[in-house]
């Protein structure tokens, strides 16, 4: 059974995708490792349905069902009652659709109870959401240690999605777009096995990069979610010495991680300026190492625009093949905001028919 769960895994893309398709019906609940962007998935589903509202619950920050609702005193025909005002939070107050995120719902069970009617029925007291609303949950796996439990009845309740960690690569064509360092990016494209989740290891020693429950002496560690952090540490090395830097990583992604990276940042050298490609492409430095040469492709995929392509199809033709089909893959992927500019270049698609690359010009 575990391992049709592992097979049947989604990533988050298909997991928020799935939410926007079933969530109106029937609340899922996503079980994924720390730091893989679980809580990301609010604005991913709210894009997904662009007439919904989307509204974060922390269950992190609250104390017991207290903190949801606060009673309300009236009075009718001579008779005291109360009835309770809900928290903001919670969006019952809106009249049309909304996203509901409760984020890290396996880690507090004083307030879970009070939270199964809105997943189960979108229901709080007198308060019921939009028909079309859609509620749905987070939390972590239970043998990462983190106190992340749910009893039998809450999970017959929902649909519960085994969450697997991003692809180094998809993870990749996500930092293009979101501006990661180039560097960085470099880095996890020679080192995939970032991606990996502890249950995938036996040993914890197999991959001291990554967070293990069987090794509490990791004190920092490789996520997603680190690994942005690391990425703006590096947007400040030049105001850095290298010692600095270093501590900054250890103390962000861990020591073996850091030093690895640290080996990226030193070839950075290498790397030719933005502005010798743009003025005079025929004649910019052209790194020798395989790992420059990708470092420049996702620096030019990150900051590409329109008013320079035809001088980096002129550079880019002076790299290997290698280096060219990863620039072209990094253009096709679905996700890439400048695509349009690329396919709409005359050099590029030249380029593309004399290289097999069945692109065509954006017609949108």
């Not at 998809?170 to 293009?176: A, P």
């Not at 940042?265 to 020798?288: C, F, G, H, Q, Y």
């Not at 880019?316 to 990863?326: H, S, T, V």
Request: charge should be negative; proline fraction near 4%; glycine fraction near 6%.
């Amino acid at each position: 059974m575990n391992n049709a769960r592992q097979m049947y895994a989604l990533d988050i893309y298909d997991t928020a995708e799935l939410i926007s398709m079933i969530g109106s019906d029937q609340t899922v609940i996503a079980i994924g490792d720390m730091g893989s962007g679980k809580s990301a998935m609010l604005k991913m589903v709210t894009d997904l349905l662009p007439t919904h509202k989307g509204y974060y619950f922390d269950c992190t920050t609250k104390v017991d069902a207290g903190d949801m609702a606060l009673p309300k005193f009236s009075e009718v025909d001579g008779n005291d009652f109360f009835n309770h005002v809900t928290t903001q939070e919670l969006g019952f107050h809106e009249e049309g659709p909304i996203v509901l995120m409760l984020d890290e719902i396996g880690k507090n069970r004083s307030i879970i109870n009070a939270l199964n009617r809105i997943m189960y029925e979108k229901k709080f007291g007198p308060y019921t959401l939009h028909p079309d609303s859609i509620v749905f949950a987070t939390t972590n796996k239970a043998g990462e240690g983190l106190g992340d439990i749910l009893q039998p009845h809450q999970r017959n309740r929902v649909t519960i999605i085994n969450m697997k960690k991003v692809e180094a690569l998809k993870w990749i064509e996500w930092g293009l777009d979101n501006d990661i360092d180039p560097v960085l990016l470099g880095w996890v494209k020679d080192n995939p096995q970032v991606a990996q989740t502890f249950d995938e290891v036996g040993d914890p020693q197999e991959n001291m990069m990554i967070f293990h429950p069987k090794d509490p002496s990791r004190q920092s560690f490789w996520t997603w979610r680190s690994g942005e952090a690391a990425s703006k540490i590096l947007k400040q090395r030049a105001n850095m010495s290298n010692h600095m830097l270093t501590a900054a990583l250890i103390g962000t992604i861990g020591e073996q991680a850091a030093l690895q990276l640290m080996s990226f940042v030193s070839m950075a050298n290498e790397l030719p300026t933005l502005e010798s490609i743009k003025r005079d492409p025929a004649n910019a430095p052209v790194p020798t190492s395989a790992a420059a040469k990708c470092m420049v492709v996702y620096r030019t995929l990150s900051t590409l625009e329109r008013n320079w392509v035809d001088a980096w199809m002129t550079y880019m033709e002076r790299l290997d093949k290698e280096a060219q089909g990863l620039f072209a893959n990094g253009v096709s992927s679905k996700q890439y905001s400048k695509q349009p500019i690329v396919f709409q270049n005359a050099k590029f698609t030249n380029w593309a028919k004399d290289n097999g690359y069945m692109f065509q010009a954006d017609k949108k």
